[in-house]
């Protein structure tokens, strides 16, 4: 079970997490607030491993102990990771905050002692979604356990292994009688897994690394079950949203939400839960719609810095009737994960969700069903026509769909992204799926090789989805996605996903910048790609324009805030049903800003000044976010990680963000705990997500043959050499010993 043994004899560190959410425009501001409470009478070190969204910039960290303050410091990952264990160890306090994935990060703790309160302050940037004249910030409270494919590293030598798994921790070792282990075949189970230092002072997560994903102890934190009498895992939430428009709605699916406009404050609303506290085992989706005479078509906001000019700006496709644009005949792959983490809720809101897409399908479109765990198999050896007698064939096929086994999404992938396509046919892929998997990069590779002309759309489901993998592999598969968050809201999100199936509204894009900047051949504007738009979706572009002194120079005998007349243009084409072409274009002005303005995002009083609006504090964050989202895309399609990880720390420094490569550590320079003290290390568990199932996992089943021709290849050079020397013959006989006592562990899928 994914319980560690150190949490169920130690469960006397607890955690709350308080976030208070400022929302200016296209930015949310967040403080979030993690508080670790050590309730019982030995000292402890913590590690909790947390998810925020993909899009956080971490920004800002401080170390709270009683009115003590903190300040954490940026430093390369490896550096700050050395001055937190220094601190560790002498006996300091000390927080540590790490970054896993874009969207999974870890807090450590040193030195808690007693009774003892400590809160850790992480401050973030974060662009909020805007999707179908609906705006929205989503906060992950859990995450749901990852399958980790591939085989052991253990299993493929003992040095790599301690290499690999602990290159950064303390001195590490498996105990054997810990060890993962399962028996039986595809319904096995593996036990408790959990691994404690020689010294004690380190926990790791429940999974081995493995040759594919070489981080796995990082990304599988323990897990238990929610219990509505627990006083551990709670969250508190408040909102302020200042919308600079007029606002119909504020909802939140699934919590029950208050909110009010602010007196005195134009455009701004206050927006908290209903509960005080809430159990944090789903995520929190936080809505609001403007009212339709509002809805915006086009927004520029500027942040300037020193003479350096960033830029967000959101331009929308025309609003245009489905039943307009020319309508293609379609092959389309259903891919729907059933795999063990999909069990409870997940499985029947995926089933019912890819029941309504089979009954949607036209009469000229064909399609075909891969469900996958372990392994993968079609409904048609290809893709079939939508006569009814082929419908009802599919709908029986997903009836009898049931979650169990691993999470082996490649090889259905491959399936389908190779699926040959009816000529004059659009190829299209819907990936329906809770994207719990720890080899994302491999996978986005493999959709950007594989893709051609098809699109990828993925279908997020469950309390607490992977959303990095979904949106990722939507972006690289030219696609889109929805979140089902709420099995009230499947037909709903469905229809949105059908909308952008059946009409890709602008296609064929091109930006043209405003004319003071084209002449700058250091622009950096992101996405370099831009991507087709589909109904109700804008085109969000972050750009940076280094050294705009000259252009201030130039106005500065305009008003304060002077308004370009150039503009930035977006153009596109779309067809209509009769095939004809027609270009399409909006533009926005750029501003250029001369003054600082006062946008305290902590100010969130009732009569704070609404923030200026055309300066956004937060824009060069976000700027700097998409940057390093492009850079580690890069890595992920091969360029040399050394090259990525300099670009990523060369952006990240200056602008005080935790990556892949950078961490905030704060180190409190007072010695509070004696040498002579012992103390204990805690894991601190994540709630297993709303509606999903406590369950065991397993290892893939190439982990089982890799001992099996690790024998016969022993067997056979035993064979070939054992009459030359005495020495090898007692090196293969000790191999041969460690071989038999790895049979102890086997591997199924």
């Known amino acids: 079970m994914m319980q560690s043994k150190d949490g169920e004899s130690s469960p006397a560190l607890l955690h709350s997490t308080h976030v208070e959410l400022q929302v200016n425009g296209m930015i949310a501001h967040v403080t979030y607030s993690q508080t670790f409470t050590n309730d019982s009478d030995k000292w402890k070190h913590g590690v909790y491993t947390f998810p925020l969204n993909e899009n956080a910039a971490i920004n800002s960290m401080q170390m709270l102990i009683g009115d003590r303050v903190i300040r954490g410091k940026i430093k390369p990952k490896t550096e700050a990771k050395q ?51 609906e705006f929205s910030f989503h906060l992950p409270t859990t995450l749901t356990p990852r399958y980790i494919p591939g085989i052991t590293i253990k299993d493929l030598s003992d040095t790599v292994l301690s290499t690999h798994a602990f290159a950064n921790s303390d001195k590490t070792e498996i105990k054997s009688n810990q060890a993962p282990q399962s028996v039986g075949n595809d319904s096995s189970r593996i036990t408790t897994s959990s691994r404690i230092t020689t010294n004690n002072t380190f926990v790791s997560g429940w999974a081995l690394p493995t040759n594919e994903v070489s981080d796995a102890d990082k990304i599988t934190p323990f897990m238990a079950p929610a219990q509505s009498d627990s006083n551990t895992n709670q969250l508190s939430f408040t909102a302020t949203i200042n919308s600079g428009m007029p606002l119909d709605s504020i909802n939140s699916a699934g919590y029950k939400l208050n909110w009010h406009s602010i007196e005195n404050a134009r455009y701004q609303y206050r927006a908290w839960l209903g509960d005080n506290h809430i159990t944090m085992n789903k995520d929190v989706w936080l809505r609001w719609r403007p009212s339709k005479e509002s809805t915006p078509q086009a927004a520029y906001f500027a942040e300037d810095i020193d003479s350096d000019h960033y830029a967000l700006v959101m331009l929308t496709p025309p609003q245009v009737n489905p039943d307009d644009l020319q309508d293609f005949p379609r092959d389309v792959t259903f891919l729907i994960d059933t795999s063990g983490s999909m069990g409870g809720r997940p499985i029947e809101d995926a089933k019912a969700a890819l029941k309504l897409a089979i009954e949607r399908l036209d009469t000229k479109d064909r399609f075909n069903i891969v469900a996958f765990n372990t392994s993968y198999k079609k409904l048609f050896s290809q893709p079939a026509n939508t006569k009814p007698h082929n419908i009802k064939t599919a709908l029986s096929f997903i009836s009898n769909l049931h979650a169990n086994g691993g999470t082996e999404m490649a090889g259905a992938l491959y399936e389908a992204l190779n699926v040959q396509p009816q000529e004059n046919n659009i190829k299209q892929i819907v990936f329906i799926t809770d994207g719990a998997v720890g080899n994302e990069a491999a996978l986005f590779s493999m959709i950007q090789q594989q893709l051609g002309s098809a699109r990828l759309f993925t279908v997020g489901i469950g309390s607490a989805p992977n959303s990095y993998f979904m949106t990722r592999a939507a972006q690289f598969g030219r696609g889109s996605y929805v979140f089902i968050d709420n099995q009230n809201n499947i037909q709903k999100e469905m229809q949105r996903l059908f909308s952008k199936l059946e009409s890709p509204v602008l296609s064929n894009l091109s930006l043209t910048l405003p004319k003071d900047m084209r002449h700058k051949d250091n622009v950096e504007v992101y996405p370099k790609r831009l991507p087709d738009l589909y109904a109700g979706e804008p085109l969000l572009i972050n750009l940076k324009v280094p050294d705009l002194t000259h252009e201030k120079r130039k106005h500065s005998n305009n008003l304060d805030d002077y308004i370009a007349v150039n503009s930035l243009q977006l153009e596109g084409t779309l067809t209509d049903k009769d095939g004809n072409t027609h270009k399409w274009q909006r533009s926005i002005q750029a501003r250029y800003l001369t003054a600082e303005r006062n946008n305290n995002v902590s100010d969130t009083s009732a009569n704070a000044k609404p923030p200026h609006s055309t300066q956004s504090k937060g824009i060069a964050t976000a700027w700097a976010r998409k940057k390093i989202a492009a850079l580690m895309d890069e890595k992920a399609l091969g360029r040399d990680e050394n090259e990525v990880k300099n670009d990523i720390i060369n952006v990240a420094l200056p602008h005080n963000l935790i990556t892949a490569y950078t961490s905030f550590v704060a180190i409190e320079e007072v010695v509070s705990r004696p040498e002579s003290v012992n103390v204990q290390s805690q894991n601190i568990k994540n709630l297993m997500p709303q509606g999903t199932q406590m369950r065991a996992v397993s290892y893939p089943k190439t982990s089982a043959g890799i001992n099996f021709h690790m024998a016969i290849g022993a067997l056979s050079l035993l064979l070939l050499i054992l009459l030359y020397t005495s020495e090898t013959q007692r090196f293969l006989l000790r191999q041969y010993r460690i071989f038999i006592k790895d049979q102890r562990v086997t591997h199924n899928g």
Request: charged share 20%; aromatic share 8%.
């Open 83 to 133: 001055a937190f264990d220094a601190a560790k160890k002498a006996g300091k306090k000390a927080s540590l905050t790490q970054q896993q994935r874009p969207n999974l990060f870890t807090q450590h703790l040193a030195n808690i002692a007693p009774s003892e309160k400590i809160t850790v302050k992480l401050q973030y940037i974060q662009q909020v979604n805007y999707d179908n004249g």
